[in-house]
Every structure is written in C-alpha cells, then in structure tokens.
C-alpha cells in the first residue's frame, strides 16, 4: 500500500484502498487535511507533490485555477497515490474527524416522497451510524463513475440508520439515477461521514438555520440536534426555508414533532416564484432577504448555519458578513459547486 508522508511533519498515513483518494485516506485514519465539498470545487484541500507519483481523477477540476495549474498544485480529494509519495499540504487539529470516516455498503430500507421533487432515501448499514449534526456521506451507486456529496436529515445512531432528503436534479447523473432505479433492497457504497458545518455544541449562541431547496437535509439534522438535546436546552432555534412554490414547502411536520418546538422554535418561509393560482398570502422573495427583515441586528449574536444552491449560500452569507457583521467564525456551511 503506498504511503503518504507530510512534508516537515512525521505525519505518514497509508493509501489503504486503491479507489482512496489521499483526501480521504487521511482523514479515514484520523490525519487532520484541510477540505469542505470533497467533490474538487472549493479548493480547500489544494496540495504540492514533492516526491513520487500521483493519478488526477479529474485534472481540470473547477478548484484549480491556472495559476494553480501552473505552480504544479493538485487536490488531495481528485488524486491518488500511485507509490510513495511525499507532499506539501496543511494539517491541522481542527479538521481532525471526531468520526472517522468508512466506505461500506448500505442499503436501501424505505423511499419517501416529501414533495413532487424531493425523496426522503432510508439507508441501513451493518455499522453504527455515528456523525454529527449537519455532516454528510459520499454515495456511490453501482456503475457510477464518481461518487456525489448528500447530507444526512437524521442523526447519527447506532442502528446503522442514515436518511437523506434527496433532491432530483434534472440531468444529474447520480439523483437521477436514485430516482429512477433505486428501491428497497438495492444497495449502493457509502462513505462518510465528512463535513466542517455541523452543529457546534459548545457554543452558548441561539441558533439560525437557514435552507433552500434540499438544502433542508442538513440543516433538519443541526435542528433535530439541538431540540433533542437536554444539555442544549436554553438554546431557540430561527429556521427559515425558501422555497420556489409554495408545494415545494417541507420539513415543518418534522420540526413540530421535536421536543419543545412549539417554545422554543420558530419556523419562517419565503416563496420566490409564487404563481397566480397559488393563493399564497406569506413572505414572497428570496429568503436571505426575509432573514434580514426577520431578523436585523440580532443576527450577530446567533450561530448560523446555511445549505442550499450555491447563488443562495453567496447571498445569504454576503448579507450576514458583509451587511450585519457577523463574525465568520459564527457562520457555518460547506461549499458545494
């Protein structure tokens, strides 16, 4: 197996899978590599070769600009190790998984419309299934090329039960397929869990949770985490959902089923494409815009935590940085492209 040294650290880990990339050889073995999307589109895990041989999965990886490209840099989460190999890259305490991540098979035990384009998938494995609140798995269906980043809806167990809230994306290889062709029974690979933006327990903060679209999967998961929690009592919960028509509306059925919703939780939606027919009378736009107004100046004493499109993530966090200064360090997601 080849192995992987750290350039100026004795931090030496192994490529224990041929299919392993070195990003998640690492941290399956509980080595500190920087990342975020893991699917080569934010870059955080960018690295130089020093010695030995590497395959790109995917050289021209939207993450790599030709600046990079240039300067010989690489993406720990498109590359692996073809022998031994030394290379240049950050390793730090803070990205050190407190649940190594696995790959394992898990199947499918139930499929569950939510809305006319979103399907709550019920996955078994023989494993726990021990994450975080807000964290995700990399699923890999049988002849699929690469596997595709979806986040867990419930928390982590030791049943070996993952669900996710799963949105069809036309053309998209994998939700396609999922769809399509994936029942009871069918199994597919399952490695996880990954994620920076889950539910930080420590912080005194109330929090806000922000989706779109299935965006809601995660954040579902951050919200079932803190009303279940006895020790995260004194903490409200602000969700807020944008839907784009009011039948794409979800996940306010499962908030009231938690724990103390009704006092200390509050459910908000905006709609952005209301139609005539619709006869909708709440909130119409984009929903970082109905936080703001929600919200205002108290955004800056809350723990935030966004998923969705990625133009409603660009949004929703130029308006809390930029025009409530929260601080970063209070604003929570993971860049998916």
Same mark, same amino acid.
């Given at each position: ?38 699917? +080569? $589109?934010?870059? !955080? ?11 790109? *999965?995917?050289? &021209?990886? @939207? ?107 036309? +053309? $998209?290889?994998? !939700? ?11 199994? *597919?690979?399952? &490695?996880? @869990? ?144």
């Amino acid at each position: 197996m080849p192995t992987v040294h750290l350039h100026n650290t004795d931090i030496r880990f192994e490529q224990s899978e041929a299919h392993d990339t070195l990003l998640r050889a690492g941290l399956s073995q509980g080595i500190g590599l920087p990342y975020e999307c893991n699917s +080569g $589109g934010c870059g !955080s895990c960018k690295f130089e070769l020093l010695d030995g041989e590497i395959e790109e *999965l995917w050289p &021209d990886a @939207p993450a790599l600009t030709p600046r990079d490209i240039r300067k010989g840099r690489k993406l720990a989460c498109q590359c692996r190790a073809l022998g031994d190999i030394t290379i240049r890259m950050p390793n730090d305490a803070q990205f050190v998984p407190l649940h190594r991540p696995r790959r394992q098979r898990a199947t499918l035990v139930a499929r569950r419309d939510v809305t006319a384009d979103i399907i709550e998938f019920r996955f078994h494995t023989d494993a726990p299934a021990h994450f975080l609140p807000g964290q995700y798995a990399m699923l890999t269906l049988n002849g699929a090329r690469t596997p595709r980043a979806y986040s867990m809806s419930n928390l982590g167990n030791d049943d070996g039960v993952w669900d996710f809230w799963i949105r069809r994306k036309p +053309g $998209g290889e994998v !939700s396609e397929a999922l769809f399509a062709s994936l029942h009871p029974g069918d199994s *597919l690979l399952l &490695d996880g @869990p990954y994620g920076l933006a889950h539910l930080q327990p420590a912080s005194p903060r109330d929090v806000l949770c922000i989706a779109g679209g299935s965006g809601i999967s995660p954040v579902l998961s951050i919200a079932r985490g803190l009303l279940s929690d006895p020790a995260l009592a004194e903490r409200r919960l602000h969700f807020f959902f944008g839907a784009r028509t009011p039948a794409d509306i979800c996940g306010l059925a499962e908030l009231q089923r938690l724990p103390g919703f009704n006092e200390r939780a509050g459910f908000h939606v905006a709609v952005s494409e209301p139609g005539a027919s619709d006869n909708w009378h709440g909130a119409t736009g984009f929903i970082h815009e109905l936080v703001s107004r929600t919200l205002g100046e108290k955004l800056a004493t809350l723990e935030c935590y966004l998923a969705g499109p990625p133009p409603m993530v660009q949004a929703t966090t130029r308006m809390l940085l930029l025009d409530h200064q929260v601080p970063q360090q209070q604003v929570h997601f993971d860049r998916f492209f």
